[in-house]
């Protein structure tokens, strides 16, 4: 069996509005199928000017910027950077806008329901991902070369994990873990690695 439980071609994906109609995402993964009626989601957002961020009550949120370009985000008044693969943490209640510095920016948003879900955001490089029997892990292709377990992967293209699994990765990746909320860790980044 293999330890890839599902990929995502990026460029396959059709864009949908945002919550507030202000700006386009694409969904890569989650366990819903309509707006509101997931407990976790993993989408890559385009902003394109001065945006506002939908709000989302009880929900933690992981965001990684992916350029081009750096992002200024304004989170309940006080001012982050993100440069591209810089990551921000924040509650789905907070007020939150951005401001990306060059046209065509993304951004990759890790979101769970705190009463259901924790979750970990990292960027890898290269080495083994594991993902343990209590956990889902998702893997996000930050450079054209990447490889899993062999698998070619564009850039932004992503896969799940399969519980148990540990492939083997070449190139950059976003690592996503998340685990049920009875094994409660929090929504942290962990860093670059």
């Not at 009463?115 to 990292?122: G, H, L, M, Q, Y």
């Not at 292709?141 to 540990?166: F, H, N, P, V």
Request: charged share 25%; aromatic share 6%; with cysteine.
């Amino acid at each position: 069996m293999t330890d890839i439980l599902s990929f995502v071609d990026y460029a396959e994906i059709e864009p949908r509005p945002w919550k507030n109609g202000r700006g386009i995402t694409r969904n890569l993964f989650g366990d819903g199928d309509g707006a509101d009626d997931w407990t976790w989601r993993i989408s890559i957002a385009e902003i394109t000017g001065a945006q506002p961020y939908s709000p989302y009550p009880g929900v933690s949120r992981g965001q990684v910027a992916l350029g081009p370009g750096a992002v200024d985000l304004t989170i309940n008044g006080r001012s982050v950077t993100l440069q591209p693969e810089g990551i921000a943490v924040f509650d789905g209640e907070d007020a939150v806008t951005a401001l990306p510095s060059q046209e065509g920016f993304l951004d990759l948003n890790v979101m769970t329901r705190r009463d259901a879900w924790t979750a970990e955001v990292e960027t890898v490089d290269g080495g083994v991902a594991t993902a343990r029997e209590d956990e889902i892990v998702i893997l996000v292709a930050l450079d054209a070369g990447c490889a899993i377990d062999g698998r070619r992967q564009a850039r932004l293209d992503a896969a799940a994990l399969r519980s148990g699994a540990s492939p083997a990765l070449g190139g950059r990746f976003v690592s996503a873990r998340l685990r049920p909320v009875s094994a409660r860790v929090g929504l942290s980044p962990v860093g670059h690695r």
